[in-house]
T-cell receptor
Framework: GAGVSQSPSNKVTEKGKDVELRCDPI?????LYWYRQSLGQGLEFLIYFQGNSAPDKSGLPSDRFSAERTGGSVSTLTIQRTQQEDSAVYLCASSSQGAHGANVLTFGAGSRLTVL | QKEVEQDPGPLSVPEGAIVSLNCTYS??????FMWYRQYSRKGPELLMYTYSSGNKEDGRFTAQVDKSSKYISLFIRDSQPSDSATYLC??????????FGGGTRVLVKP
């Protein structure tokens, strides 16, 4: 597609349930990033993929969070046993560069997660 | 202390005024300095970026970086209501990920 596509755009879940968020990056972009944006806050880095490997997963807040990327394309962010503090907008971005250089990111519109 | 600091605003200006935004940062390894614009319920989009210290102009937008004082600025001339958004500074070190400031919300009133 022309841009970064994320689904679902909105997700409401109950505390303790697992959720999966999907990101479809721009075709040919080798780098993929997940960020989290809480209400009124800036972007918090979660994880970075280069191809299918994740050289930097330092931002994952706990072991309830995991992510994978298959075929150098689609990525899934999974949150297990969701907590209310997980409520946020989860943003995915892709780039044709790795972490070197200016590394211009193109963002999706985000998945808004609400944990009741 | 956060690595990148921005005043959250909101910064309200009349149409046609100059909007002045700034960030301070603590990491002297930052070399690339991005500005992203984010409209409500949208993902951030890149406005412009500079490398190292100096000025860069792109249309109505001017970015300035002063590495000696770790201070980044963005100026918007002849502001329009369509410029109403949140502006995020995002510096970066070589070989590393972007670090975002908290963003400044700007309101341009017709």
């Amino acid at each position: 597609g022309a841009g970064v596509s994320q689904s679902p755009s909105n997700k409401v879940t109950e505390k303790g349930k697992d959720v999966e968020l999907r990101c479809d990056p721009i075709s040919g972009h080798t780098a993929l990033y997940w960020y989290r944006q809480s209400l009124g806050q800036g972007l918090e880095f979660l994880i970075y993929f280069q191809g299918n490997s994740a050289p930097d997963k330092s931002g994952l807040p706990s072991d309830r969070f995991s992510a994978e990327r298959t075929g150098g394309s689609v990525s899934t962010l999974t949150i297990q046993r969701t907590q209310q503090e997980d409520s946020a907008v989860y943003l995915c971005a892709s780039s044709s560069q790795g972490a070197h250089g200016a590394n211009v990111l193109t963002f999706g519109a985000g998945s808004r997660l609400t944990v009741l | 202390q956060k690595e990148v600091e921005q005043d959250p605003g909101p910064l309200s200006v009349p149409e046609g005024a100059i909007v002045s935004l700034n960030c301070t940062y603590s990491n002297s390894a930052f070399q690339y300095f991005m500005w992203y614009r984010q409209y409500s319920r949208k993902g951030p989009e890149l406005l412009m970026y500079t490398y190292s210290s100096g000025n860069k102009e792109d249309g109505r937008f001017t970015a300035q970086v002063d590495k000696s004082s770790k201070y980044i600025s963005l100026f918007i001339r002849d502001s329009q209501p369509s410029d109403s958004a949140t502006y995020l500074c995002a510096p970066k070190a070589a070989g590393n990920k972007l670090t975002f400031g908290g963003g400044t919300r700007v309101l341009v009133k017709p």
